[in-house]
C-alpha cells in the first residue's frame, strides 16, 4: 500500500513538474556576421519573402538568407547591384523593388535582371522604405514621399510617372518634415501613417493631404507599429508615444509612461508588441529592451546589450530596426555584427 502511494506521489510530482517547466520559456539570441558568411558590417533592415527567403539590406549590397548559408545578390543575378540598400518588398508577380543610396531598383527574379526604376524626377534621393498600396508605389524617401503610379509590366527602358508629397508644404514648420524615415499601413484604413525627421504625420489616401500629429517633443520619428486599438511611433529622442487613429490625437497611456521613464533619453529606433503582450523596443545605443505589463499594472522590462554580464546578451547595442516575421522570430539589424535572430523558446525538462 505505501509503495502505491508513493509511487502516486511522484508521478502526480512529475506531472506537476513537467507542466511548470513547459511552460517556461527563455530568450534566445543567435548571431551572425563574418564567420557566417554575412560580409558586411550593417544591416539596415529585413524582410521575409512568400518564399521564406530572408533579404538583408546592407552598406555592402543586398544579401539572401536561406536558413544555413548568406549569399550576395550579385551571385543570384546577371548584372551587379554595388549600392548601399535600405529596404525591399515584394510585388504580386514575385519580383522585388529595392531602395537604395540612388533611388530604386528593380530585382526581376524570371529573368534575373537588375536594373534602376527611371522616374521623371530629376533629383537624386534615398529610398528608405517601400509599400505597395492602391496600384502605387509608395515610396520613403529623403527627399519627400514620392508616389509613383504602377504598371503591369515593367519596362527596363520605361518611365514612371512619379509625384513628390512635402509635408512641410501645408504646415511651414521645417525642412526636416520632407525626410521620410518610416511608413505604416492597416489594412482597410483610410491613411497612411508617415513618420519623417520632424514629426509624425497622417496623409489621406484620397485628398493626399498631411495633417499633423502634435506629440509635443517627440520628434524624428524612426519606426510606426500598431498597438491593440492604437498606433505606437519610436522617437529618436522622446521614447514612444501612442496616437489614436479615429481621434488623430496623442493617446495617455499608464504603461507608457512607465516605459518612457525607462527609454525616455535612448534613442529608439522601433517598437511593437508580440502575440504575447511583450513590447519589444530597439535603441541605437542602449541595445534591446522587452517590456510586460502585470495584472496590476507594473511594468517589468529585461535589457539586453553588449558586454552584461548575463548568460544571453547581443553582440551589439546598436540596432537599426526590428523585423518580426510570421513563426514570431525577431530580426535585428545592426551594426557589427550585422544579424541577431531573437526568440522565446520552451525550456525542455530536465530530471
Not at 487613429?245 to 504603461?255: C, L, Q, W
Request: hydrophobic share 40%; charged share 15%; with cysteine.
Amino acid at each position: 500500500m505505501k509503495s502505491k502511494i508513493l509511487f502516486i506521489f511522484l508521478v502526480i510530482t512529475y506531472y506537476n513538474y513537467s507542466i511548470l517547466f513547459a511552460s517556461d520559456e527563455t530568450i534566445k539570441i543567435e548571431d551572425y556576421s563574418y564567420k557566417e558568411g554575412l560580409t558586411t558590417s550593417g544591416v539596415s533592415s529585413v524582410y521575409k519573402d512568400s518564399k521564406g527567403f530572408i533579404w538583408l539590406c546592407s552598406n555592402n549590397g543586398l544579401f539572401r538568407f536561406d536558413g544555413y548559408t548568406f549569399r550576395n545578390i550579385n551571385t543570384l543575378v546577371k548584372d551587379n547591384l554595388n549600392l548601399e540598400t535600405f529596404c525591399i518588398t515584394e510585388d504580386s508577380k514575385h519580383n522585388f523593388l529595392i531602395g537604395t543610396v540612388n533611388g530604386i531598383v528593380y530585382y526581376n527574379t524570371h529573368t534575373e535582371r537588375l536594373y534602376p526604376l527611371k522616374l521623371n524626377l530629376n533629383d537624386n534621393f534615398k529610398i528608405n522604405q517601400i509599400l505597395l498600396l492602391n496600384d502605387r508605389i509608395w515610396a520613403a524617401s529623403n527627399i519627400g514621399l514620392l508616389v509613383i503610379s504602377s504598371k503591369k509590366t515593367i519596362n527596363p527602358n520605361g518611365v514612371f510617372e512619379a509625384h513628390l508629397l512635402l509635408p512641410d508644404s501645408l504646415h511651414k514648420r521645417t525642412s526636416q518634415d520632407n525626410v521620410i524615415n518610416t511608413m505604416f499601413y492597416s489594412p482597410g484604413s483610410p491613411s497612411l501613417w508617415v513618420g519623417t525627421n520632424g514629426a509624425l504625420y497622417e496623409l489621406d489616401f484620397k485628398k493626399l493631404i498631411f495633417q499633423l500629429i502634435n506629440s509635443f517633443s517627440q520628434n524624428s520619428i524612426r519606426g510606426i507599429a500598431k498597438y491593440n486599438n492604437n498606433i505606437i511611433a519610436s522617437s529618436w529622442d522622446g521614447g514612444v508615444f501612442l496616437v489614436n487613429p479615429s481621434k488623430h490625437i496623442v493617446e495617455n497611456d499608464a504603461f507608457i509612461v512607465q516605459i518612457n521613464r525607462v527609454i525616455g533619453n535612448k534613442r529608439i529606433m522601433s517598437a511593437f508588441s508580440d502575440n504575447q503582450n511583450h513590447l519589444w523596443v530597439a535603441t541605437y545605443g542602449n541595445g534591446l529592451y522587452i517590456f510586460e505589463k502585470s495584472k496590476n499594472g507594473t511594468c517589468s522590462f529585461v535589457n539586453y546589450q553588449n558586454n552584461q554580464p548575463k548568460e544571453v546578451n547581443l553582440k551589439s547595442d546598436f540596432i537599426n530596426q526590428m523585423y518580426l516575421d510570421n513563426v514570431g522570430i525577431v530580426w535585428l539589424s545592426m551594426n557589427q555584427p550585422a544579424l541577431s535572430k531573437v526568440y522565446f523558446q520552451k525550456n525542455n525538462l530536465r530530471y
